[in-house]
């Protein structure tokens, strides 16, 4: 069975660093792309990066202040968030896409709030 675990996030003001982690089990982590998504009130959820093989991709709202790694010997990817906005402000989501015979699953969501 198919686990995401999130840990992390919280408050921090303006300018600040957090960092989440997406643990999972239940597959072959290292050979699957995992991705974050974020939802702000009021929002649609919105992918911001993935993970993928030995790179990562971002949306441009977050490139060169967010960073995503991984570690497959601990099965768990992680969200680096630095120099931190207001705008940052939502509930952050890893996702496991899925693949042959195995449906996408979401983590738990975790809520970061960027506010002085």
């Known amino acids: 069975q198919v686990r995401i675990v999130q840990s992390g996030g919280g408050l921090v003001q303006p300018g600040g660093s957090l960092r989440l982690s997406c643990e999972a089990s239940?597959?072959?982590?290292?050979?699957?792309?995992m991705k974050w998504y974020r939802q702000a009130p009021g929002n649609e959820r919105e992918w911001i990066g993935s993970?993928?093989?030995?790179?990562?991709e971002y949306v441009d709202s977050v490139k060169g202040r967010f960073i995503i790694s991984r570690d497959n010997a601990k099965n768990t990817m992680y969200l680096q968030m630095n120099n931190l906005k207001p705008d940052d402000t939502a509930v952050y989501y890893c996702?496991?896409?899925?693949?042959?015979?195995?449906?996408?699953?979401w983590g738990q969501g975790t809520q970061v709030t960027v506010s002085s």
């Open positions: 996702l496991f896409p899925g693949g042959v015979r195995l449906a996408a699953v």
């Open positions: 239940g597959f072959a982590f290292s050979a699957y792309t």
């Open positions: 993970s993928v093989d030995d790179r990562s």
